[in-house]
Nanobody
Framework: QVQLVESGGGEVQPGGSLGLSCAAS????????MRWYRQAPGKQREFVAS???????DYEDSVKGRFTISRYNAKNTVYLQMNSLQPEDTAVYYC??????????WGQGTQVTVSS
């Protein structure tokens, strides 16, 4: 059974930085696309960033230039470096990974709070 375990959330002041990580385990295969989503209170879950196994990246418009997604394939881990954080970035951040065969898995989520 594939497990995705996120870490690195917390509370930070506006303009601050946080880094998230998500480690995938439990499969003999490496994940293909890996993504970050977020869900703010009272809102739908939304796409934040994605990275393919080859390193191609995509970002939601509001985080371009502030967030950076990366991955370390040897450890099946994806990262999200978040800079210039704003109160509207407050949300639970979820990791998502796709595997061969159309299987998709989610992490349990990690809270990011941006507040003065």
């Amino acid at each position: 059974q594939v497990q995705l375990v996120e870490s690195g959330g917390g509370e930070v002041q506006p303009g601050g930085s946080l880094g998230l990580s998500c480690a995938a385990s439990g499969s003999g295969l490496s994940p293909r696309d890996m993504r970050w989503y977020r869900q703010a209170p009272g809102k739908q879950r939304e796409f934040v960033a994605s990275i393919t196994s080859g390193g191609a990246k995509d970002y939601e418009d509001s985080v371009k230039g502030r967030f950076t997604i990366s991955r370390y394939n040897a450890k099946n881990t994806v990262y999200l470096q978040m800079n210039s954080l704003q109160p509207e970035d407050t949300a639970v951040y979820y990791c998502n990974a796709d595997y061969l065969g159309g299987y998709s898995y989610w992490g349990q989520g990690t809270q990011v709070t941006v507040s003065s």
